[in-house]
């Protein structure tokens, strides 16, 4: 029970937001849309404990969120390596497995993550 209450004070604790681009209509649009990775990294919450041990379990939540993500890989890309996944204790090079270890047929495979790969 505390390290779930742990990774959810982490992400509440996180306010700050990636800037995006500006449009001529003066929407902000980035890698995730109008939304920032910061606040799409709230959508993974269900993946934090995955995303720090590559031996847990991944939920059946976690992974229809991946997959929703995934159709955008830059920003499932973005979200894993955000401040929020990052101050709840998702490791990046964790969080790029959950693709693969969720199963998913259609993921990003090869798909470069800053300095990771996902597989």
Not at 71 to 90: D, E, F, N, W, Y
Request: charged fraction near 25%; charge should be positive.
């Amino acid at each position: 029970m505390e390290a779930p209450m742990k990774c959810l004070l982490g992400l509440l604790l996180v306010v700050a937001g990636i800037g995006g681009v500006e449009r001529a209509d003066g929407a902000s649009v980035g890698v995730c849309g109008k939304a920032s990775p910061e606040t799409e990294a709230w959508k993974l919450a269900p993946c934090a404990i995955a995303g720090q041990d590559e031996e847990a379990e991944v939920s059946d939540s976690c992974c229809r969120q991946v997959k929703k993500m995934g159709q955008r890989p830059s920003c499932l890309c973005a979200v894993m390596l955000s401040r929020t996944a990052k101050s709840s204790g998702v490791k990046p090079e964790i969080a790029v497995t959950i693709p693969k270890r969720c199963n998913l047929a259609d993921r990003p495979v090869g798909y470069k993550c800053g300095a990771y790969t996902l597989p």
